[in-house]
């Protein structure tokens, strides 16, 4: 099992930054895929961006050159950087990891992200 505990969300106006985290713990060692999802209020989950244990990323057209995911192994931890945030950025944001590329297993409970005009 794999526990994800996700941090860093919150308000912010238009054109502003946050940075989320998630935290993993318990077994982690066979994990290989990393994503951040998200979902706004009506509308269906979407990954907005991704990383691999062998380093490849990839990120929804609507959020490249704004976002960045990223690790640091010695805290078992993953970021997701959010600049120029813009208010169709608003929604629930899920840290989700799994041993399948695109195929998360565990998933965090969720932080709200709310950009504001």
């Known amino acids: 099992q794999v526990q994800l505990v996700e941090s860093g969300g919150g308000l912010v106006q238009a054109g502003g930054s946050l940075r989320l985290s998630c935290a993993a713990s318990g077994n982690i060692f066979n994990i290989n895929f990393m994503g951040w999802y998200r979902q706004a209020p009506g509308k269906q989950r979407e990954l907005v961006a991704s990383l691999t244990s062998a380093g490849s990323t990839r990120y929804a057209d609507s959020v490249k050159g704004r976002f960045t995911i990223s690790r640091d192994n010695a805290k078992n931890t993953v970021y997701l950087q959010m600049n120029s945030l813009k208010p169709e950025d608003t929604a629930v944001y899920y840290c989700?990891?799994?041993?399948?590329?695109?195929?998360?297993?565990?998933w965090g409970q969720g932080t709200q992200v709310t950009v504001s005009t």
């Open positions: 989700a990891v799994g041993e399948r590329i695109y195929y998360p297993s565990y």
